[in-house]
């Protein structure tokens, strides 16, 4: 169901890519859908054939990266998302619309870094619904690397306390030529402009 | 509760094995004691940074298909000699669904791998996978042999390496997912589902065989059966593993060597 690194990278990194979230002109109110409640980030998202340049943006997502695709991966969604208190994410299946092909694709693999789990935080505990009857709780820890299969339920907890929880996440699809076409090549979605571009 | 025992008690609880308090408590001692190495952190971290590797990963799943198949045959020809009856047609239904998995895992290998799918690969992976017939004749009596103990002790072994192997199943799943293409995604969950039910199914019948034995007087040795068996497939494991990631980097290396020539 899925795995999980402890201590996937050092702590120069993890502020390194929190620096980086924060720091962006795209960060702002999350503009992922209603399920998202008062968090904060933005979504690059890109085929293979852009990592490249994906890379010359936001290169301090690349050891994130190295360590996390797999290479039958073709296309991607990434969301920095950043929570403070009384945020959380409700249960949901990750899950985006291809316009041009009127298409709903499920992500193959779901893979987050936990860039910062602050201890003052209480709540904000990741639920893996596994089927009818099972929910994985998971409670991550500052560098956690994690991986678990794209088409589980999944929501957070509501994060209360002090404190920031910060954490990439980075949707993994492996799509068929056909799909691919209709995927954006590389766009970055902000609330303000979360309508992703074939470009 | 450590995550091996974890997983496998939530797997029989799921497919409802009924009351195993006993053996519930001597898994969780024992893998709380001496916890494998496929429950720890760094054993998960070295087995995501291979399997994402389209050779490595396209050969382990020709090695499960080997290993399934070979188990088959050894569980077939045991089962002919046990001479509880009962139990030794759970064992030959395990054998069947052996032999199963081994033409599942082949067929993965052709499926996600087409490239691969060349007429020497076929015919080595159909000559992995042994036609068992459908039905055996129960033992004769010649052939039957094995005190109880030792017939326990085949249940214990059969039982960890069946938990192991549910917790292999469990690190594949998200992995061999990964690999599918759309068309591919509800192929791929519906296999994962029939083997993690399978492997639950077969920690099921032994747990219950050893569950009965323990609360008959056995229950101390089979916490030291297990103890040992347990530490054995331990140390086994960590080798494997060892060599396992030598075998890859080296590849890796020279793979790496190779592109930048």
Known sequence: MYHLTSQAFDEAYLQRVEKGIRTSPYYGDSPLGEEFVRTKGFSIVFTRSALEQVLSKFAYLAPFLEKALFASSNAFYINPLVMGATSRVDTHVDCRLLLEENVRIIPNLISILYTRCEDDIQGGNLLLKVDKETTITLTPKTGDLLHFQGDLLHSVEEVTGEGLRVNVVCEQYNLSEDLLKS???????????PAPRVS | MEIVSAMALRALEKHNYGELSIYQDLLSGIYNTHIPPYGEQIFQREYFRMIRDPGWFASLLV?????????????WTYASTVPDTHFAKEIQRHALDEARHSKLFSRMVLRLFPSLDEKDLREKLDAMSPELPPDTPEASEE???????EILNSAILLNIYEVKALVMLELLRPALLAYCEPSDQSWGKRVMSVLVADEARHIGYTARFINAAAANGYRSY?????????????????????????????TSEEFEALIKR
Do not use: C, H
Not at chain 2, 143 to 149: C, Q, T, V
Not at chain 2, 223 to 241: C, I, K, T, Y
């Open chain 1, 183 to 193: 995927f954006p090549k590389f766009a970055v979605l902000t609330n303000e402009d």
């Open chain 2, 63 to 75: 090695s499960d298909a080997d290993i399934e198949g070979y188990s088959a045959g050894r569980l």
């Open chain 2, 143 to 149: 052939s039957r042999r094995g005190s109880f103990e």
């Open chain 2, 222 to 250: 089979i916490s030291d059966a297990m103890e040992d068996f347990q530490r054995a497939l331990n140390d086994v494991s960590w080798l494997e593993l060892e060599d396992t990631i030598t075998e890859f980097d080296e």
